[in-house]
């Protein structure tokens, strides 16, 4: 199965320049230094499904001429993977209900946040529509492709990254049991955080990143989930082991 990865966005809100900030990335002429809020558009055959969906969903959405849609798939509760939710409604117009795949308490914090889309009985008459699918852990399929989830840490709070076939996904990680790695075995291709070089309580460093992938032996690393913290483009990719890569805006796969 041929499949192409899109990376939506590869930063973080840590990675946004904000009025007054003096760090030096923020005024970066490098364009890959330019980095919205962590995405990936999955594509095969004739599917194509998000991952998250955050306040940058719609911009990311315009500037890779994406015109469909079939689906998202939610990684976990924080906004900066969620808070786009309300721009599906173009999507949904297309489809009549957009269909999104999420962990019960992610879809029960979607439903508080955001309970004029979910709220059928009192439903505002331009709200989106989303047809809910819960996902546990444990493989499920959405169209033709298998998917995996892997249970992973984000500090305290429990996430999922997903397995595509042989591409692994795994965005705001900080550890991964022994069982789940058994899963992420034989990749091609490895996505996962790197937020910066110090260490964080929540979020891989690059120096963890990389040694969780040696580990895991995949044959490409790409970095994502990456804040101002963590340096140029230029400089930190020149420092990386030959099979390791700073992902970023734009940046296109196939495997």
Known sequence: MHIKITFLGTGTSQGIPVIGSTH????????RDKRLRVSILVEWDNFTYVVDCGPDFRYQMLRANVTKINGVLFTHIHADHTAGLDDLR?????LGAVPIFAKKDVLENLARRFDYIF???DKYIGAPSVQQNEIKNEPFFIQNLKVVPIDVNHGNLQIFGYRFHNIAYLTDVKSVSEEEKLKLQNLDVLIINALRLETHPTHLSLAEAIELSQELKAKKTYFTHISVRLGFHADVQKALPKNMFLAYDGLVLEA
């Open 119 to 121: 709220n059928e009985e």
């Open 90 to 94: 173009p999507f949904s117009s297309q």
């Open 24 to 31: 030096p990335v923020c005024f970066s002429s490098d364009k």
